[in-house]
């Protein structure tokens, strides 16, 4: 009973922590970030409320976690409207060897079942790592929930001894896409130095690096060479908007 009553402690003390974070976040008009901290510090309070037994204690925390709940509601609703306007917002700081920044987790959650077409302007698709990054952005694009069929990439022409690798590269990445039902519509520029991906359901991302932004593995046999989220990766920033009718490249 003890030691039930410790886990009861630490789960309202940290479940404290993040709805007071979330209320710092709120007033700092940082909506998408208080949502997330509302969300898990509502979670936090269903979990006391589960080993609660006294009924006053058992009132209160309804109570608050009801008045969380519509805080929460409103900021989605708030959100919701500024997707709708195309005014959405969001920056993610990704630090020097911070880890946790896979492909999977920056976009997955923009990624629905209404995905069908993408586009992706980053000059830097040339070197082998370069085309290894891009085929594993286009291997998350074929999984569920996405029905992908066709991807735009625009990237600039290796001009040096790398053009051979390059194309051959894409080429077979094209191949590849076509066994899965996807068109690969490819085009190069001499002048294009902006990095952004698009997807066909209003969200747009730039990323300073765009997808060159993992560091080099330390071996091929070292955490972070299979999953990039274990992969340190180098400093940049990401900027997430949404914009109700987004123009192809």
């Not at 007071?20 to 969300?39: D, N």
């Not at 022409?157 to 690798?165: A, F, I, P, R, S």
């Not at 068109?183 to 690096?209: A, C, P, Q, T, V």
Request: net charge neutral; charged share 30%.
């Amino acid at each position: 009973m003890a030691r039930s009553g410790l886990a009861q402690d630490a789960g309202s003390t940290a479940a404290v922590t993040v709805i007071k974070r979330a209320l710092e976040l709120e007033s700092e008009s940082r909506y998408p970030q208080a949502l997330v901290c509302y969300q898990e510090g509502i979670d936090l309070l269903l979990q006391v409320l589960k080993g609660t037994k006294d009924e006053t204690k058992r009132c209160n925390l309804r109570k608050r976690i009801s008045d969380y709940m519509d805080r929460a509601e409103h900021i989605k609703k708030h959100l919701d409207q500024e997707k709708e306007a195309g005014k959405y917002h969001k920056q993610i700081k990704i630090e020097e060897n911070a880890t946790g920044f896979s492909y999977e987790s920056l976009f997955q959650e923009y990624l629905s079942e209404t995905v069908t077409e993408v586009w992706i302007e980053d000059p830097y698709i040339r070197q082998t790592h370069q085309l290894y990054n891009f085929l594993r952005f286009c291997e998350m694009l074929v999984k569920r929930p996405c029905k992908v069929r066709t991807i735009h990439l625009l990237t600039s022409l290796d001009e040096g001894t790398g053009k051979e690798q390059q194309s051959s590269g894409l080429e077979e990445i094209k191949q590849s896409l076509r066994n899965h039902g996807v068109h690969l519509e490819l085009e190069y520029s001499s002048s294009i130095h902006d990095r952004e991906i698009r997807f066909n359901n209003g969200w747009m991302i730039k990323i300073g690096r765009g997808l060159d932004y993992f560091k080099k593995p330390q071996s091929r046999f070292s955490l972070g060479y299979c999953d990039f989220d274990l992969r340190p990766c180098h400093e940049t920033t990401v900027d997430i908007f949404h914009n109700k009718h987004t123009k192809k490249i």
